[in-house]
C-alpha cells in the first residue's frame, strides 16, 4: 500500500518534469 502510494507520487511528480524536458528538446531543434 505504501509502494502504491509513493508510486503515484512519483508518476505525478515526473509527469510535468517529462513534458518540460520534451519541449526543451523540440525548442532546441527549432
Do not use: Y
Amino acid at each position: 500500500m505504501m509502494m502504491k502510494r509513493v508510486d503515484e507520487n512519483f508518476s505525478i511528480s515526473m509527469a510535468p518534469l517529462l513534458t518540460l524536458t520534451t519541449l526543451t528538446l523540440i525548442f532546441s531543434i527549432w
